[in-house]
């Protein structure tokens, strides 16, 4: 299939080791990917460009929802542009799971469809480690609005969308709340949600950035907080 009017949104900060694989390996698939370097102090910024991605460069660090704010402005100006899709720089996201999100996004009546991790019962070769399974339950049990949305795993960064939730989108949270307020736009824009199973890759670097508990409250926190804002 001709991917060209799709483009893959990467937030990317201290990635240089594993960024140009990550690049490499979309681009086999899809062509048009813009990497967001968020004032990374390693490398990333020449791996971003070696491995063939637009490269859109932060001078200070911003946080990944600024990122992919900035991301997504910037894939939306470009000519043909008419899906989305957020995907991480560590490695945990499969380009898979992205094609199979494009091809119900193509076909049903839906505006953005949401990764998940928890949509049946848990597999034997289940790759979520139980601290970051409580976090992330945890999140959907205290979230009103991800329960009305049908939401079970919203902090999952795997998104793919149209052309109207990239014109509408307006992330203002600039650290790892963006995907609170994210669901929170869904609700009030009424952008048509929908969820795809997806099987995240649990690498020893991925794991060692990983999110713990405290990080889990953090985003909590932030989101009650981005209900405050006007």
């Known amino acids: 299939m001709d991917n060209s009017d799709t483009w893959l949104i990467i ?3 201290n990635e240089g080791s594993v960024i ?16 967001v370097n968020d004032g990374s102090a390693d490398n990333s ?17 911003l946080g990944q929802g600024a990122s992919l704010q900035t ?7 470009q000519a043909g542009a008419r899906y989305f899709v957020t995907f991480d720089a560590d490695g945990q996201h499969q380009v898979k799971d992205v094609v199979a999100m494009l091809e119900r996004l ?4 839906v505006d953005i469809i949401v990764g998940t991790r928890f949509a049946g019962p848990k597999k034997d070769d289940d790759q979520v480690p139980l601290i970051k399974r409580i976090v992330l339950k945890t999140v959907v049990l205290l979230s009103p609005r991800t329960r009305r949305l049908g939401l079970t795993d919203a902090h999952n960064g795997l998104r793919a969308f149209n052309k109207k939730v990239a014109d509408e989108l307006n992330i203002r949270m600039n650290g790892m709340s963006h995907a609170s307020e994210f669901v929170a ?9 929908s969820e795809q199973p997806v099987d995240i890759l649990y690498t020893e670097y991925s794991m060692s950035k990983g999110q713990s508990l405290i990080n889990g409250v953090n985003i909590l926190s932030d989101g009650l ?6």
């Open 106 to 109: 193509r076909s049903e009546d």
């Open 225 to 230: 907080l981005a209900r405050k804002l006007p």
């Open 11 to 13: 937030p990317c900060y």
């Open 185 to 193: 736009q869904m609700d009030e824009k009424g952008w048509k949600v």
């Open 20 to 35: 140009k694989d990550v690049i490499e390996g979309a681009r086999e698939t899809f062509p048009n990917i813009v990497a």
């Open 71 to 77: 991301g997504v402005e910037y894939a939306r100006a």
């Open 45 to 61: 910024a020449e791996q971003i460009h070696a491995a063939g991605a637009h490269l859109v460069n932060h001078p200070v660090n």
